[in-house]
């Protein structure tokens, strides 16, 4: 084969490459239409009014964490709690393996979706499962760092298309989580805990701290907590090694 044919062929296959979508995408990027859909969907929400992408928010670096140690196909995409509607549309097109724009039963089926989030973005994970739940599609696992809603949203009662549910809050100050969580059909949904830390007995040190972090010290501590976040991690990797009767619950119909 001539060298310059070589070399054109060679330069197709990285631009070909090149355009493939990085599962770890940017928020509101173009998913692009995979051959197959993932095999685990990984949604997370920051809290307040920071970007889906702060280097300094742990839910990011969550992200980023699962995303170089997970399991073949796994897509893992954080996004800001106002753009709850973006995180919807993604799993349908994620989903969505024969692109025809309308997900079948089987296709709901094979869906392995975990959501987490810190403070509105906690609420946000609860509002979205519960979107996903009235659309027949099941959930693997919530979890809920320091949730704070907005006074049009509720937090507090977990779907039944969600199989397992965790809560982790603190309870000091202006803005703190809440304490508990609970199943709206406790048959199909398991609640892990409601974990409660205290920073004023056991304060942790926050980097990059805002005026509004200042104000609320305890629930800024909730979102750089090594701990915390370690736990939030472990409950996460736990459901990407499903192991018998951690399948997700199918709502119904």
Same mark, same amino acid.
């Given at each position: 084969m001539p060298r310059l044919?070589?070399?054109?062929?060679?330069?197709?296959?990285?631009?070909?490459?090149?355009?493939?979508?990085?599962?770890?995408?940017?928020?509101?990027?173009?998913?692009?239409?995979?051959?197959?859909?993932?095999?685990?969907?990984?949604?997370?929400?920051?809290?307040?009014?920071?970007?889906?992408?702060?280097?300094?928010?742990?839910?990011?670096?969550?992200?980023?964490?699962?995303?170089?140690?997970?399991p073949k196909g796994t897509y893992v995409q954080v996004f800001e709690n106002r753009r709850r509607s973006n995180a919807y549309k993604t799993v349908l097109q994620l989903l969505d393996s024969d692109h025809d724009g309308d997900l079948s039963p089987g296709e709901k089926a094979r869906a392995h979706i975990i959501l987490f989030g810190h403070s509105w973005g906690a609420s946000a994970a609860v509002l979205l499962a519960r979107e996903l739940d009235r659309a027949g599609i099941p959930v693997l696992l919530t979890v809920q760092v320091d949730s704070v809603h907005k006074p049009w949203q509720q937090d507090e009662f977990i779907p039944a298309n969600v199989a397992a549910a965790a809560n982790l809050y603190q309870p000091h100050g202006?803005?703190?989580?809440?304490?508990?969580?609970?199943?709206? +059909? &406790?048959? $199909?949904? /398991?609640?892990?805990?409601?974990?409660?830390?205290?920073?004023?007995? +056991? &304060?942790? $040190?926050? /980097?990059?701290?805002?005026?509004?972090?200042?104000?609320?010290?305890?629930?800024?501590q909730s979102q750089c907590d090594p701990r915390l976040w370690s736990q939030v991690e472990n409950l996460v990797r736990q459901r990407l090694q499903p192991q018998p009767g951690t399948a997700a619950a199918m709502p119904n119909p």
């Open positions: 044919t070589r070399f054109r062929i060679l330069s197709a296959m990285l631009l070909a490459l090149a355009a493939t979508p990085l599962l770890l995408a940017a928020e509101g990027a173009p998913i692009g239409h995979a051959q197959t859909p993932p095999s685990f969907i990984v949604i997370g929400f920051v809290g307040g009014f920071i970007h889906h992408d702060n280097p300094h928010q742990m839910s990011v670096q969550l992200a980023q964490s699962i995303q170089r140690s997970s202006l803005v703190h989580g809440r304490p508990r969580i609970a199943a709206v +059909d &406790p048959a $199909k949904t /398991e609640i892990l805990g409601n974990y409660r830390f205290d920073y004023q007995k +056991d &304060p942790v $040190k926050c /980097e990059a701290t805002s005026w509004f972090d200042r104000l609320t010290p305890s629930h800024a």
